[in-house]
């Protein structure tokens, strides 16, 4: 048996693009969900606050989360350059094209097999 361990998604927002992503393993979830349980407790706890202040610090909790599925899932992208640069994961997140930092991010949420309701519970 030959197995892959990452998977290749094209992109459907930027022709040419291509996503590799970590398919999920029983080793990963654990360091998944290890790193996003207490980012995703807090956030709950600030979502049920009164405060306005509460909501917006809710908000940057799902930023951050957001920002660590992609981190841990989006391996290499192929056929983007930023600055004239090849892009690499991080570059995506820190300056790329916001729509294709949500392509890749759902691409990485799919191979995880969690519907929403889940991940906000992970």
């Known amino acids: 048996m030959t197995y892959e361990s990452v998977t290749v998604v094209e992109s459907q927002t930027a022709p040419g693009v291509r996503f590799s992503v970590a398919k999920m393993s029983f080793g990963r979830r654990v360091e998944l969900t290890r790193k996003v349980r207490e980012l995703a407790r807090r956030m709950e706890?600030?979502?049920?606050g009164p405060e306005p202040g509460e909501r917006m610090d809710a908000a940057l909790l799902q930023a951050e989360i957001d920002r660590l599925y992609l981190a841990w899932g989006?391996?290499?992208?192929?056929?983007?350059e930023v600055d004239g640069v090849g892009a690499i994961p991080a570059t995506l997140a820190d300056a790329g094209p916001e729509e294709l930092f949500r392509e890749a991010l759902e691409a990485v949420r799919a191979e995880t097999g969690l519907n929403e309701a889940e991940r906000k519970n992970s």
């Not at 706890?45 to 049920?48: V, Y």
């Not at 989006?74 to 983007?80: K, M």
């Open 74 to 80: 989006l391996r290499a992208i192929e056929g983007l």
């Open 45 to 48: 706890f600030l979502e049920a």
